[in-house]
């Protein structure tokens, strides 16, 4: 399977932005896409979640309540809708697929990861 994200830019804070992750290849074991993000000299976070089916969605704390993750089946194309945006949220955001849902939120269990893109909040 591959991922490739996209839809980073520079924003400003309270502005929104919406990402993108395609999906290609063999699909067939992958059980989730979840959103990672990496700030300078930070670890890799976890974002948000959403099964293979779409019906199950998670968030970390701080996405909670501001970024929605859904999933278009038809365009095999995850999203991440992030609304009110603040200068912390600056990071490089990767999409990554994994075979069991209740490993969403653990980025060493994921096997494949798309390029990353790069969002910036300015204050």
């Known amino acids: 399977v591959q991922l490739q994200a996209s839809g980073g830019g520079l924003v400003q804070a309270g502005d929104s932005l919406r990402l993108s992750c395609v999906v290609s290849?063999?699909?067939?074991?992958?059980?989730?896409v979840g959103w990672f993000r990496q700030a300078p000299r930070n670890q890799r976070k976890f974002v948000a979640g959403i099964s293979w089916s779409g019906v199950l969605t998670t968030y970390s704390d701080s996405a909670e309540g501001r970024f929605t993750i859904s999933r278009d089946n038809a365009k095999n194309t995850v999203y991440l809708q992030m609304n009110s945006l603040k200068p912390e949220d600056t990071a490089v955001y990767s999409c990554?697929?994994?075979?069991?849902?209740?490993?969403?939120?653990?980025?060493?269990?994921?096997?494949?990861w798309g390029q990353g893109t790069l969002v910036t909040v300015s204050s």
């Open positions: 990554a697929a994994v075979t069991d849902w209740r490993w969403v939120k653990v980025s060493s269990k994921y096997n494949a």
């Open positions: 290849g063999r699909s067939f074991g992958v059980d989730a």
